[in-house]
């Protein structure tokens, strides 16, 4: 059985949603059991009860908007996010799905369940969609600001065992985000990347990428430095959203547009979901010794559900142990 | 008399939309004068004789895609391009508007009209739509890698006299990309650039500003490095091409959204060419010693007349002028 510890008491709709999410994933996935850790009596409004899904009571909860995120983990022992990474760090459960204060979660995560041995620079890495509905990783997006070649090496390493083995995609290619295509393009720090890449046998390396494909980029996953690629991340949501509006604007200056506007209102609630900040914010962070989602703030119980599928691939497929096991042999060849 | 130098055969459409665009803005604006560069035949078959528009014979044309830009511009002297160019650099002409090869006006500009004394970086400039119909100025797009923020000054002073003097802004605003609002956020870069700002009286400053905001920034002008600029005018496109081609499916998947489609196409034409990559194509180069307006490759006749109107702007408001006395006065200062 894969144990799951779910903060259940993280996220804009909390408890419900996460409760909801946690029945459907017991329902669905019969390899999993869930801790979920949070208010009990809360939590109880909501729960039926079932044989593989255990609450554990914790007190407090870290608010979405803590202003402090690492003074909140290390004073607040008895918070459902802290407590649900202390269970996964000794050993009681195998990862942990949170749609908590996402800074706090990072903290926490770093703090509590802390860096795969070897692993320079742990990376956040959303699924960004596409235009003909791949999953794409964008990394690092974590900010990381002072990172070198084979840092990003092992992030995009770890990027291509997950792509294989959860996102199920056969032969994963990594492209080099840069602003123009041909070899030499970009900073230092990109054309050493891009050599470095290029030498490697551990993945295919489809070059440079500029981001005029984002959205359809031919590569599986897409990589920078934590700048560049916080940067692009946040200008994919804030032109989908101003794109939104001026479109709107758009039709509802004409009779005929307004007309559309009614008649295509549910393709724009999707569309703007599929485009949203919430859906591109969900994400995996590489390179701790186990498995850390951070689910959407916003998750209603189908996108907690999902975090919870996502977990427990990360553990049945043994995706942080395969990367320590590379990184293992790669510092023991180091030494040789 | 402001004397603007066409170069008649870049672009995709050239030389008809050229010249059209060329008699529009001589019927418009009074108190220009247009030189015509290019073949003479050629031009002559969309030219109606005006007294105000000269055309010089060009036997060359430097292609859309020239390969080796710098090359082009050195050995083809006999090019429109190149003869504008010099024209505006023997003072014959003030200003060029060219919709030709990007790479190779840039290069050409740097050769022939050269930088402006004490003007440590150029810059390339586009304007971005926004939201809320504003023009808003993005800067370094031209992927200047090693800059400092001292360069970054002078090309946010470069871009606040243009929005004043140009797009008539009052008092311009200028906001530096950054991956977080609060100060300290960023590369180091980033926080030095914070700092200056913040002291500097030449303008206002805005602070930290997040793309998620990109369409909408509380603030005229955007700055950041030329690789990180770059990344973003690029994800912006990128996004908003991704965005239509999945708006475009989404509609298509069902009958009211067919429907839908076919009532909202003039809207979502219009919508398209706003956020077209032609629309944010067009830019100025700051820095240089007379004005070089690089129009859309793709410029019909009105977006071409609207460069032409652009180079006549800045002549008359004497942007160039007002930003080579401060620059003086600036480095005589360094010297007291």
Redesign the interface.
């Known amino acids: 059985m894969i144990k799951i510890a779910i903060d259940a008491m993280g996220g804009d709709y909390a408890p419900k949603e996460q409760v909801l999410g946690a029945m459907e994933a017991i329902d669905k996935i019969d390899d999993i059991q869930l801790i979920l850790y949070g208010k009990e009596e809360e939590i109880n409004k909501y729960l039926k009860p079932n044989s593989r899904i255990k609450v554990v009571n914790a007190n407090h909860v870290i608010p979405m908007d803590e202003k402090n995120p690492i003074g909140a983990i290390r004073r607040h022992k008895d918070a459902s996010m802290v407590m649900a990474l202390d269970s996964v760090s000794n050993g009681e459960n195998d990862a942990i799905v949170s749609s908590g204060a996402t800074q706090a979660l990072i903290a926490g995560a770093h703090i509590v369940i802390r860096r795969m041995k070897g692993f320079k620079r742990t990376a956040i890495a959303p699924v960004i ?3 003909d509905n791949r999953s794409v990783i964008l990394l690092d997006t974590g ?1 990381n ?1 002072q990172i070198r070649p084979e840092h990003m090496l092992q992030q995009a390493y770890f990027a291509t065992i997950y792509a294989n083995k959860v996102l199920e995609i056969k032969n994963p290619r990594v492209g080099l ?1 840069n ?2 295509t041909e070899k030499g393009k ?2 230092e720090l990109d054309q050493e990347v891009y050599e470095l890449f290029l030498k490697t046998d551990l993945f295919e390396f489809s070059g440079n990428i ?7 980029p031919d590569c599986d996953i897409l990589i920078s430095d934590g ?2 690629a ?3 991340m ?10 939104g ?3 709107k ?3 509802m ?2 009779f ?2 307004k ?6 209102k ?2 724009l609630i ?2 703007k979901k ?2 949203s ?1 919430e859906e591109i914010g969900g994400a995996v962070i590489y390179g701790l010794q186990k498995p850390v989602i951070k689910a959407q703030g916003a998750s209603k119980a189908y996108g907690f559900y999902n975090g919870i599928r996502q977990a427990a691939n990360i553990v049945r497929n043994q995706v942080f142990e395969t990367v320590e096991e590379y990184i293992k042999s790669e510092s023991s060849g180091e030494n040789e």
């Open positions: 969609p596409t235009v900010a600001l985000i602003i123009g970009g900073r500029e981001p005029k494909t984002i959205l359809e700048f560049t916080n940067i692009v946040k200008t994919i949501e804030g032109t989908a959203k101003g794109m509006k001026i479109l604007n758009s039709l200056s004409s005929s547009g007309l559309a506007g009614l008649l295509a549910k393709n999707k569309f599929q485009m900040a």
